[in-house]
Structures are given as C-alpha cells and as structure tokens.
C-alpha cells in the first residue's frame, strides 16, 4: 500500500513514517501545501493522509484543488483542529474521514487500511474520456485518442480540471487556484493559459468555451 503523508511537522512527518513502514506500508511525505498536489499526482498513492495546518496552501485548500482536479484518492484528515465544525468543513471538502490529534496509532493504522480498501472497491475506471480526450488515472497525462498530448504544466492542470467536469463552466478563481497553486495572482491570468489551450484543442472534438460571467467549460464539438 502506497500513503502520501502530507505534514510539516519534520518530527511528526519521521515519526509517522518511521511507523508505518515498520508496519509494511510504503510512505511518501511532503511538507508544503504548494507541492502537495505535484507529489499526490505523480505519486498516484492508495491514500493521502493530510494535515490542515501547512505552509503556502492549506490542507483544505490542497484538498479542495485536488478534487476539482479530479483526484478521487481516499483522504484521511489528520489535523489538531478537533471541533464538530471543523471535521464538517474537512468532510464537505472532500474528505473520506477525520482523525484529531492526539491519535492512537493502531487506530490511525486501521482507518488508513480500511480507506485504501474502500478505494479499490470504488476504484473508478483507468482513464475517464470526455470526446476522445482523457486523464490517465495513474500518470495524471492528459490523452488524445490514447496518446498523450505535450502540453506544458498549466496547460495541463486547466484541462485536468475542465475535464473532471466537461459540460459544467468553472470560475476563473477557482480555476486560477488549481492552475497558479499557491501564487499571488489575478483571476484574469487564467486567460492566457486558456487562450493556448484553446488554440491546442482547435484540431480535436472539443471546444472550450468562455461563459461571460461565469468561466470556462469544454462542450463537444458538433460533427
């Protein structure tokens, strides 16, 4: 089993890990929010075991990002924010289940195996397509007709997102978090990326359109 552990802690993050592998779990840590998309996409674990308190984005933020990507990983909460309303905004985030600190280990040890077999149960299919475009589950490429495209970095993670959703528009600003994680920029700024990926999908079946007002969607191009 494969757990992204996402702490800034350094003491808790070797502690955890020192733990769990002893227990034949293999861990990959991160200490940022900023980072913590790019090592959950290219690490493509069984389970991420995330805090909320971390430097750059927070772990609802991260998790937020995550989700709209279409990241569907189990997503286990570990955080010293131990209030009822705290654990709501944690699971309507999208979140599997929600651990307080402090924690017993053989408990967290359980949730965190009970979710990784939740999630092969669920799992979804290798790659979901949207007009002959899709998101490989494992590499997080982003295909044409089975082949994956060149695109740069933001390119990308824009029609991660829209595709995640294909039909439905997405804000700019929630769109310029996905795309610009952790940078200090404008809502406009997506525009320029949506601009070349525009020009990029010109020779496939889908269009992504502009919704004044209310973002951005892909919709299939008519035949």
Same mark, same amino acid.
Request: charged letters at 25%; one cysteine or more.
């Given at each position: 089993?494969?757990?992204?552990?996402? =702490?800034?802690? %350094? *003491?808790?993050?070797?502690?955890?890990? #020192? +733990?769990?592998?002893?227990?034949?779990?293999?861990?990959?840590?991160?200490?940022? &929010?900023?980072?913590?998309?790019?090592?959950?996409?290219?690490?493509?674990?069984?389970?991420?075991?995330?805090?909320? +308190?971390?430097?750059?984005?927070?772990?609802?933020?991260?998790?937020?990002?995550?989700?709209?990507?279409?990241? #569907?990983?189990?997503?286990?909460?570990?955080? *010293?924010? &131990?209030?009822?309303? /705290?654990?709501?905004?944690?699971?309507?985030?999208?979140?599997?289940?929600?651990?307080?600190?402090?924690?017993?280990?053989?408990?967290? =040890?359980?949730?965190?195996?009970?979710?990784?077999? #939740? &999630?092969? /149960?669920?799992?979804? @299919?290798?790659? *979901?397509?949207?007009? !002959?475009? +899709?998101?490989?589950? /494992? +590499?997080?490429?982003?295909?044409?007709?089975?082949? %994956?495209?060149?695109? %740069? %970095?933001? =390119?990308?993670?824009?029609?991660?997102?829209?595709?995640?959703? @294909?039909?439905?528009?997405?804000?700019? =600003?929630?769109?310029?978090?996905?795309?610009?994680? !952790?940078?200090?920029?404008? @809502? /406009?700024?997506?525009?320029?990326?949506?601009?070349?990926? #525009?020009?990029?999908?010109?020779?496939?079946?889908?269009?992504?359109?502009?919704?004044?007002?209310? !973002?951005?969607?892909?919709?299939?191009?008519?035949?």
């Amino acid at each position: 089993m494969k757990l992204l552990l996402i =702490e800034d802690n %350094p *003491a808790m993050q070797a502690t955890l890990q #020192r +733990s769990f592998e002893r227990r034949g779990i293999q861990v990959a840590t991160c200490g940022d &929010g900023a980072r913590a998309l790019d090592r959950w996409r290219a690490g493509m674990p069984d389970v991420v075991l995330l805090d909320l +308190s971390l430097p750059g984005l927070d772990g609802l933020q991260v998790l937020t990002l995550a989700r709209t990507e279409g990241l #569907r990983t189990p997503v286990l909460v570990l955080t *010293a924010r &131990g209030t009822v309303g /705290d654990r709501i905004l944690g699971l309507n985030s999208g979140a599997d289940d929600y651990l307080p600190k402090p924690f017993d280990l053989d408990e967290l =040890e359980a949730r965190i195996r009970a979710l990784a077999r #939740r &999630g092969r /149960d669920q799992e979804a @299919p290798r790659a *979901a397509a949207f007009a !002959g475009l +899709s998101v490989d589950a /494992d +590499s997080g490429a982003v295909c044409l007709d089975g082949a %994956p495209m060149e695109l %740069p %970095p933001r =390119e990308a993670a824009l029609l991660r997102a829209l595709l995640a959703r @294909p039909g439905q528009a997405l804000a700019k =600003e929630r769109l310029v978090e996905v795309v610009f994680p !952790g940078e200090d920029v404008q @809502p /406009d700024a997506i525009e320029v990326v949506a601009y070349r990926l #525009r020009k990029r999908l010109a020779a496939t079946a889908v269009q992504l359109v502009t919704l004044r007002g209310l !973002g951005y969607l892909l919709k299939a191009q008519a035949q």
